[in-house]
């Protein structure tokens, strides 16, 4: 049964280059053969939410020794136990779950989330796309083009020190994008927990990317980010039915404008 939706906005800032590849299909004159991905209808940058949801995933299994574990025994697939299970879900498509689908042949499958027994949050994260402000910075600065720079790097032969020059191409540092994520609350023992228990493997996983990187070329200095200005908002049923009055809108602002750590502390405090 539906309980509540936690609505977490916010914005992502780069505090480095950020590059998560797209398709490439033409390569133009003194352009790019490690294009980042882009809209189709603006051509301008965004950061896919499967990117962000997958590497939040992946630390918290990492983080959490029964997810770790899990994933071990899975072969390197997802984990299908620990929190990081419980918290993201598990695909339909899991091998570990194969056998308990195909009794179920009335399984939503409409976004590969599991509805296994054990499992009835539901973690959205949607594709984050570039601020008004951040767009018109872009505009500013003549060797950015549609929200892209190129960096210009050497790939050294170890024994004749021969140099291979290469281009990449990234979103530039200072770069925002808005944020948007929705943690629905359908698991009834969530009802007996505050709000700090129920986000917390959300905001650890942040905290760990935020100390990690996003994207490609992490470890050549490419994808730090920052997530800014959190608002988490918590609606509960009534908010969706339209039963409410003056008093009561089903809305509750739970924390405005906060970073990470600041946000952790507010929700404390509440319980």
Sequence with gaps: MFIKNYIINGEITCKTGLHIGGSLETIEIGGSDNPIIKDTVSNLPFIPGSSIKGKLRSLLELSDKQSSKSV???????????IAAEFFGVANNN????EDNDNESSKDDNDNESSNNKFHNKLIVRDAFPTKDTIKMWKKHSDIIDGAEL??????????????????ERVPVDSKFKLEIVLSIYDETYT?????ESLTPLFKSMKLLQDDYLGGSG???????EFEKITIKERG????TGNTDEKNT????????????EAITKLKGKE
């Excluded at 071990?72 to 620990?82: A, H, P, R």
């Excluded at 007996?192 to 700090?196: H, I, P, W």
């Excluded at 049923?237 to 969706?240: A, D, S, T």
Aim: net charge positive.
């Design 250 to 261: 089903g809305e509750n602002v739970i924390v405005k404008n906060r970073n990470i750590d």
């Design 219 to 225: 470890t050549r200095g490419f994808g730090k980010i």
């Design 72 to 82: 071990l025994d899975n072969g390197g697939n997802v984990s299908t136990e620990g």
């Design 237 to 240: 049923l009534e908010y969706y």
């Design 151 to 168: 960096k210009y790097e050497n790939s050294l032969h170890r024994i004749t020190s021969k140099a291979t020059p290469r281009n990449i």
């Design 95 to 98: 091998e570990s779950s194969k």
């Design 192 to 196: 007996t927990k505050s709000d700090y």
